[in-house]
C-alpha cells in the first residue's frame, strides 16, 4: 500500500482509522493530535446528512488531506464492511494514502472490563456529546446501543481483505487512560513515519498531560434533536 515510498519518507497521506467501541476515547485521542501536531479530524457525529454518509464522511476525510498531512477519520469503523468502505472510497480518489489502524483491542474475556470502562465514561460524558445524549435519554437504552458495538466488533485480521490493506496496526487498550493511549500511538507513529514529526520537537510527558486534558474538556459545536 502506499506505493512504492519507504515508510521513513511518508511526509502526509496517512489516514488514521479507529476501530473502536462507544466511549472508547476515540474522539478525546483525536482532539489531542490536533492541538499537538495540528493535523485533521473529522467525526461521523457531525455528518448532517442520513443517506449516503458513509461516501460523505470519505469524501471528508479525503479533502482534509489535502491540507493536513495525516487526518483522524473519527467513527467507529467497528465492522470490516466499514473499513472496506473508508478504505475504497478515499483510495479512489487518493492513491498513495496509508492507513493506520488504531485498534481498541476487544477481546471477548476483556468484555466485562471493557463494558465497566466504556459505560463509567459515556454516562459520565453526559449531554456532551452530539447523538449519545446520556443526560437526557434512557441509560438502559444508551447501554444497548453501546453493546450492540460490542457485539457486531469485529477485530483487525490482516491477513485478509479489508484489514490487510492497513500500513500500520497500532493495539491500544480501551480499558487504560487515553493519556497512556495517547502515548503509545504518538511512539508509534514516530518510530514507522519519522518524516510525520520532521522539524519539530517531539512533545514533552506535560504537553501530553495538558493535550489530553484540553480533549476531554472539548464541547461539540452542536446537537441532534
Ligand atoms: P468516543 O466515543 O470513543 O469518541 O469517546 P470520547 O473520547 O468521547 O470519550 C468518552 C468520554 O470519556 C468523554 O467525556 C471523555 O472526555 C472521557 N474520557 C476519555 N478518556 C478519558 C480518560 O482517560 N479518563 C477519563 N476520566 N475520562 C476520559
Ligand atoms: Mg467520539
Known sequence: EGGDVDSKDVVRNVVLVPIATIGCGKTTIALALVKLFGWGHFQNDNVKT???????????????LVTNPVVFADRNNHQKRERDQ????????????????????????????IRAATRARVLSRGD?????QAGSKDQGEIIEIMEGFMHRFQPVDTSDAPDDHFDLVIDIDPTIESRENLEV??????STYPGLFR?????????????VQWAMEYQPDFKMD
Open 199 to 211: 522539524d519539530r520537537e517531539m512533545p514533552t510527558p506535560s504537553d501530553l498531560d495538558a493535550a
Open 128 to 132: 456532551n456529546h452530539q447523538t449519545i
Open 86 to 113: 473508508l478504505i475504497n472510497d478515499i483510495s479512489k480518489t487518493m492513491p498513495n494514502v496509508r492507513f493506520v489502524a488504531i485498534h481498541y483491542v476487544h477481546d471477548r474475556a476483556n468484555f466485562e472490563p
Open 50 to 64: 442520513k443517506k449516503g454518509r458513509g461516501q460523505v464522511f470519505a469524501d471528508t476525510i479525503s479533502s482534509l
Open 185 to 190: 500511538v504518538i511512539e508509534k507513529l514516530h
